[in-house]
């Protein structure tokens, strides 16, 4: 099953199935005050990253109550028209109160376009710089954070979250401001017709609220539980994409039908259930205020009947009824999406907070000169808190000095690059950067000092050019020369476009030695002086695999601190490495020069000698095979 690192707990599943919120609990006025509250500081800090639009935002929220104004001066000209022009048959006040009606509804009209596209102009800004943030926001995430989630969870708040919030801002502002503006000026007009009916009008309003806050507080839970099962289809998608071959090869095809049918269905029972909750509740408020506003209008007719109230002041009244009652049909659904919109602000606000730990937030020391020396003081890092992959490790790295870790699978060593990374600030113990806490250094200002060739190399769609280093700005000959000492020459010289051929879908497809070999082309390219390389020679034979590390030591910039992870550890012998370790457990079982290990006969004796008799009993069966075919 995939796991999206935001599944629902149990019990919330089997009460969705049950047509209830999710994670239970009764919806009270201060309740509701109190989810107002955190949904509004979530907008606030939304709208922060985008202080650039302020003064756009303020326009919108200034013009939206100006277009209000002409359905609301509609009534009291109506009431002039019957109440005086009729009456007195006065020609000339029914000539002005026409023109002043058409002016009111041109006006009206003219003005409520301009805004509805000044609030979509501004909702496009506000998506785009979202955007940029979560964006940016992503790429800052720790490691840790990434393989705790799955894709889908960034792929879903980049993507329709950034767009819930930013159309929910305009809509909010224009909205509130709007019906704001609705209250204060038709209330007192209605009262200087009516108080009587204005305030049985407006006791419909606590009514309206009540129902409102039960059917939110469901509604923002099964919004929620709306977003989390869809991250996880989006997960699984992505995976069934990349995956597709496998499934066919393994016979998965039907393993992997059953896990999303299982995804599709509960998000089905949660959709059901929000339109079951929208569908009586929302109806319900409708009714109330259907039947509120028939009410009112019936009292009104019969004051007219009675000689209590003039007939013009009737169909005002019956105008500001309808006005006014709109209002609270309005207000409960902007409550009901300011609330659910608010799942999708935390949600970005969770990525914005995660990519800015608690390490980045306080005063850091920038690294203004490459790092020299780095130590690890008694390090021991976990995945789980049940096995530690590096245990009470003391490590000393020193500018030129070259380093080799050897070890069996599993024994930490992958992970001993990942700290030098930058990308695991979890471990217990210290990583010291030149006497500097790691945690108290500014990341970037470290990671640019860092080059690494990964073991699974990784590159985007588009021209080889765009995945090197340097924004394009590497000159010709450099790029020729990185080529030619890499191996790289013949690959590069044999494709149409060189260096600006495109990778990826639309692009070619390349060994996986050959994606090797760029990965160590880009690391080369930024000549950094620390320089990690973890398993480099996975996916080569022993010949490239010897040319391209001896193309990588003749590359490195002088003085770099390197460390090289291998399997191989007949690499280990090269007169290049200076030290060597030997991972187990997660514990430095063996450390020292070749010459020294091998004096010890420990591990690393048996295991050279072991990887040389294999070595020797290859080179004995080609001889004899090739003896047989002669």
């Given at each position: 099953?995939?796991d999206?690192g935001?599944?629902?707990h149990?019990e919330?599943?089997?009460?969705?199935?049950?047509?209830?919120?999710?994670a239970?609990?009764?919806?009270t006025?201060?309740?509701a005050l109190?989810e107002?509250k955190k949904a509004a500081?979530?907008?606030r800090?939304?709208?922060g990253y985008?202080r650039a639009y302020k003064y756009?935002l303020?326009?919108?929220?200034?013009?939206?109550p100006?277009t209000?104004l002409?359905?609301?001066?509609t009534?009291?000209?109506m009431q002039?028209?019957?109440?005086?022009?009729?009456p007195t048959?006065?020609?000339?006040?029914?000539?002005?109160?026409?023109a002043a009606?058409?002016?009111v509804?041109?006006?009206?009209?003219g003005l409520?376009?301009?805004?509805k596209?000044?609030?979509?102009?501004?909702?496009?800004?506000?998506?785009?710089?979202?955007?940029?943030?979560?964006f940016n926001?992503?790429q800052?995430?720790?490691?840790s954070?990434r393989?705790?989630?799955g894709?889908?969870?960034f792929?879903v708040r980049a993507?329709?979250d950034?767009e819930?919030v930013?159309?929910s801002v305009?809509?909010l502002?224009s909205e509130?401001?709007?019906?704001?503006?609705?209250?204060?000026v038709?209330i007192?007009?209605?009262m200087?017709?009516?108080i009587a009916?204005t305030?049985?009008t407006?006791a419909?309003v606590?009514l309206n609220?009540l129902?409102t806050v039960?059917?939110?507080?469901?509604?923002?839970?099964?919004?929620?539980?709306?977003?989390t099962?869809?991250?996880?289809?989006?997960?699984?998608?992505q995976?069934?994409?990349?995956?597709?071959?496998?499934?066919?090869l393994f016979?998965?095809?039907?393993?992997?039908r059953?896990q999303?049918?299982?995804?599709?269905?509960?998000r089905?029972?949660?959709?059901?259930?929000?339109?079951?909750?929208?569908?009586?509740w929302g109806q319900?408020v409708?009714?109330?205020?259907?039947?509120?506003?028939a009410?009112?209008?019936c009292g009104g007719?019969y004051?007219?009947?009675t000689?209590?109230?003039q007939?013009?002041?009737?169909?005002a009244?019956s105008?500001y009824i309808?006005?006014l009652?709109?209002p609270?049909?309005?207000?409960?659904y902007?409550?009901?999406s300011?609330?659910g919109?608010?799942v999708a602000a935390r949600?970005l606000l969770?990525?914005?907070d995660?990519s800015?730990?608690?390490a980045?937030?306080r005063?850091?020391?920038?690294?203004?000169t490459p790092?020299?020396?780095?130590?690890f003081r008694?390090l021991?890092?976990?995945?789980?808190?049940?096995?530690?992959?590096?245990?009470?490790?003391?490590?000393?790295l020193?500018a030129?000095?070259?380093?080799?870790?050897?070890g069996p699978?599993?024994?930490?060593?992958s992970?001993l690059?990942?700290?030098l990374?930058?990308l695991?600030?979890?471990y217990q113990?210290q990583?010291l950067?030149?006497?500097?806490d790691?945690?108290?250094i500014d990341h970037?200002?470290y990671l640019?000092h860092?080059s690494l060739v990964p073991?699974?190399?990784?590159?985007?769609?588009g021209?080889?050019?765009?995945?090197?280093?340097?924004?394009?700005s590497?000159?010709?000959?450099r790029?020729?020369?990185?080529a030619?000492?890499?191996?790289?020459?013949t690959l590069i010289d044999?494709?149409p476009?060189g260096?600006?051929?495109?990778l990826?879908?639309?692009?070619?497809r390349?060994s996986?030695?050959?994606?090797?070999k760029l990965a160590a082309?880009?690391?080369?390219?930024k000549?950094?002086?620390?320089?990690l390389?973890d398993e480099?020679?996975a996916?080569?034979?022993i010949e490239?695999?010897?040319?391209?590390?001896?193309?990588i030591?003749?590359?490195?910039p002088?003085?770099?601190l390197?460390l090289l992870?291998?399997?191989?550890?007949a690499i280990?012998t090269e007169?290049?490495?200076?030290?060597?370790?030997?991972l187990m457990?997660g514990r430095i079982?063996e450390r020292g020069?070749?010459a020294e290990?091998?004096?010890?006969?420990?591990?690393y004796?048996r295991?050279?000698?072991?990887?040389e008799?294999?070595?020797?009993?290859?080179?004995?069966?080609?001889?004899s095979a090739?003896?047989v075919?002669?």
């Amino acid at each position: 099953m995939v796991d999206s690192g935001n599944t629902p707990h149990p019990e919330e599943t089997v009460s969705v199935r049950r047509g209830r919120a999710f994670a239970g609990g009764k919806s009270t006025l201060g309740g509701a005050l109190i989810e107002v509250k955190k949904a509004a500081a979530c907008f606030r800090r939304v709208v922060g990253y985008c202080r650039a639009y302020k003064y756009r935002l303020l326009w919108v929220a200034c013009l939206s109550p100006i277009t209000s104004l002409g359905p609301l001066l509609t009534p009291w000209l109506m009431q002039l028209l019957i109440d005086r022009a009729y009456p007195t048959r006065d020609v000339q006040l029914l000539g002005w109160l026409c023109a002043a009606l058409l002016a009111v509804g041109l006006l009206s009209r003219g003005l409520s376009g301009v805004s509805k596209y000044q609030a979509k102009y501004v909702e496009s800004l506000l998506e785009y710089r979202l955007s940029l943030c979560v964006f940016n926001a992503i790429q800052k995430l720790p490691q840790s954070y990434r393989e705790q989630h799955g894709s889908g969870v960034f792929l879903v708040r980049a993507g329709s979250d950034v767009e819930a919030v930013s159309g929910s801002v305009t809509r909010l502002l224009s909205e509130m401001t709007t019906i704001a503006t609705t209250f204060l000026v038709a209330i007192p007009l209605m009262m200087r017709l009516s108080i009587a009916i204005t305030l049985i009008t407006l006791a419909a309003v606590p009514l309206n609220y009540l129902i409102t806050v039960y059917l939110t507080g469901r509604v923002v839970r099964l919004s929620m539980a709306t977003r989390t099962v869809t991250e996880k289809i989006t997960t699984f998608t992505q995976e069934t994409v990349e995956g597709a071959t496998l499934s066919r090869l393994f016979s998965l095809k039907r393993v992997r039908r059953r896990q999303l049918r299982k995804l599709l269905r509960e998000r089905l029972e949660i959709v059901f259930a929000t339109w079951r909750v929208n569908a009586f509740w929302g109806q319900l408020v409708t009714l109330v205020s259907a039947a509120w506003s028939a009410t009112l209008l019936c009292g009104g007719w019969y004051l007219v009947f009675t000689d209590r109230l003039q007939l013009g002041q009737a169909v005002a009244l019956s105008m500001y009824i309808r006005i006014l009652t709109r209002p609270f049909e309005q207000l409960g659904y902007l409550y009901q999406s300011f609330l659910g919109d608010s799942v999708a602000a935390r949600r970005l606000l969770e990525i914005l907070d995660a990519s800015q730990p608690l390490a980045q937030r306080r005063s850091q020391t920038v690294l203004k000169t490459p790092p020299r020396h780095c130590e690890f003081r008694q390090l021991s890092f976990g995945y789980t808190n049940q096995r530690l992959c590096l245990q009470n490790i003391d490590l000393n790295l020193r500018a030129g000095q070259t380093m080799a870790v050897v070890g069996p699978t599993g024994g930490g060593k992958s992970t001993l690059i990942r700290i030098l990374c930058g990308l695991e600030d979890r471990y217990q113990g210290q990583f010291l950067v030149d006497g500097h806490d790691f945690r108290d250094i500014d990341h970037d200002s470290y990671l640019q000092h860092v080059s690494l060739v990964p073991q699974t190399t990784f590159f985007f769609s588009g021209p080889i050019r765009s995945n090197l280093p340097g924004n394009g700005s590497v000159s010709p000959a450099r790029l020729h020369q990185c080529a030619s000492a890499l191996g790289l020459n013949t690959l590069i010289d044999s494709i149409p476009d060189g260096f600006g051929t495109e990778l990826g879908s639309e692009g070619i497809r390349l060994s996986g030695g050959q994606y090797q070999k760029l990965a160590a082309l880009r690391a080369m390219l930024k000549n950094a002086p620390v320089l990690l390389l973890d398993e480099v020679t996975a996916s080569m034979d022993i010949e490239s695999e010897r040319k391209l590390l001896q193309g990588i030591i003749a590359l490195r910039p002088p003085d770099c601190l390197t460390l090289l992870v291998t399997h191989h550890i007949a690499i280990t012998t090269e007169p290049w490495i200076d030290d060597i370790v030997v991972l187990m457990d997660g514990r430095i079982a063996e450390r020292g020069s070749c010459a020294e290990l091998l004096e010890k006969r420990g591990f690393y004796h048996r295991w050279l000698r072991l990887s040389e008799g294999i070595s020797s009993c290859n080179t004995e069966l080609c001889r004899s095979a090739s003896a047989v075919e002669r």
